[in-house]
């Protein structure tokens, strides 16, 4: 069974950018450090959403490997904070 993080040492990174959804583990890893300058090898997680915001993907570190959570919406989209500028 898969547990995901819980406490107050976890953090939630968002890509505020639209990611290419084709993009796998090493991909997305690889944007965690170019783009969110951050290790994607830390524990915590790192949400990417798709151009037509109806699918997310998640990457996550449990210590043992990479794990990459990926939800698709029937309907709707997710909502996605803007970038301020």
């Not at 965690?32 to 994607?40: C, E, K, T």
């Amino acid at each position: 069974m898969m547990l995901l993080p819980s406490g107050a040492n976890v953090r939630v990174h968002m890509a505020a950018s639209v990611t290419d959804m084709r993009k796998g583990l090493d991909g997305l890893a690889m944007r965690v450090q170019s783009v969110l300058r951050a290790d994607p090898f830390s524990g915590h997680l790192f949400a990417f959403r798709g151009r037509k915001a109806n699918l997310v993907k998640i990457l996550f570190w449990d210590g043992n490997g990479l794990c990459l959570f990926t939800k698709r919406l029937d309907q709707g989209s997710f909502i996605w904070p803007q970038v301020a500028g």
